[in-house]
């Protein structure tokens, strides 16, 4: 991770500030989510919807999309001040936002929902790694330049930027368009972050080499390989999601996935992310 910054200890620090009532989707309490949730009280009153957890504030729905839909009515009428999606769906959970909260949806192509992933001493963000992002330049740049305001505004944080790609200077350049398009779009999205004075440098795909040289904000080089790799980190290789917030809601919204059993760290960043200064 970057020597200088504990990524982890900035959530922490962030989220003492100042206690917060946050919603959550639990249908599945297994020991190690009601653990997690035991000890993100420190930081947040919760409000459970979905299973009831003892010693915590539930609305009990077996349905899923019934959860989904009192958790964002729990938002809309100011019942909780930030929203952890949890465990019930993504697309769903975010067009019952759309529709009641009168907002245009967001095209899934430009959706900024950034990770943290941490093991051990590495920690980095990871730009969203949706199959439908990355596509294009401009996608990426809309991204990328949303990434930096969010790190630095929120954080404090100066990135030091990791461009992926498909191809490297000596690979066979030309044996495949579409390798050869995604590689164009990556050189230039570092040509304009370098131009914009940012610390960055292309990596290829040597993404072992990024993490080990202390990169803070990975770019994968599409969403497509940047879904693969994030989910392989997360279940294969034992890392952690400390958070993955929706930047462009308007409101404080952790995601994550379904499948994650620890919470702990999504409560804390969505705290923290309310105890920003940026509002």
């Not at 949730?37 to 609305?59: P, Q, R, S, T």
């Not at 009990?60 to 009192?70: G, L, P, T």
């Not at 969010?150 to 954080?155: I, L, R, T, V």
Request: charge should be positive; hydrophobic fraction near 40%.
């Amino acid at each position: 991770m970057n020597k200088k910054i504990d990524i982890p200890k900035l959530f922490i620090n962030q989220a003492k500030k100042k206690r917060r009532k946050i919603g959550i989707a639990i249908m599945r309490p297994i020991p190690e989510t009601i653990k997690s949730l035991k000890k993100a009280k420190k930081y947040a009153d919760l409000v459970i919807v979905g299973a009831k957890v003892k010693g915590f504030e539930n609305i009990v729905e077996e349905d899923q999309d019934k959860a989904s839909e009192i958790l964002v009515k729990l938002l809309y009428n100011e019942k909780i001040e930030g929203l952890v999606r949890g465990q019930v769906k993504d697309s769903y959970t975010l067009d019952v936002f759309f529709k009641m909260f009168g907002k245009v949806p967001i095209p899934s192509n430009r959706k900024v929902c950034p990770g943290a992933m941490q093991k051990g001493k590495y920690c980095f963000f990871v730009s969203t790694c949706s199959i439908y992002q990355g596509m294009t330049l401009e996608d990426k740049i809309h991204e990328i330049d949303k990434m930096i305001d969010y790190m630095q505004s929120n954080f404090s944080l100066t990135p030091k930027i990791a461009v992926m790609s498909s191809l490297r200077p000596t690979s066979k350049v030309g044996k495949y368009k579409s390798l050869d398009d995604v590689a164009e779009i990556n050189k230039n999205l570092a040509k304009y972050l370098q131009e914009k004075g940012h610390d960055v440098k292309e990596y290829y795909f040597e993404y072992e080499s990024a993490v080990w040289e202390g990169a803070n904000l990975i770019v994968p080089s599409m969403g497509l390989v940047g879904n693969a790799w994030l989910k392989a980190l997360l279940y294969l290789g034992d890392w952690k999601l400390l958070c993955c917030p929706y930047l462009d809601l308007g409101v404080a919204w952790e995601d994550g996935s379904r499948n994650e059993k620890d919470f702990f760290w999504h409560i804390v960043h969505c705290v923290a992310m309310l105890n920003s200064e940026k509002k």
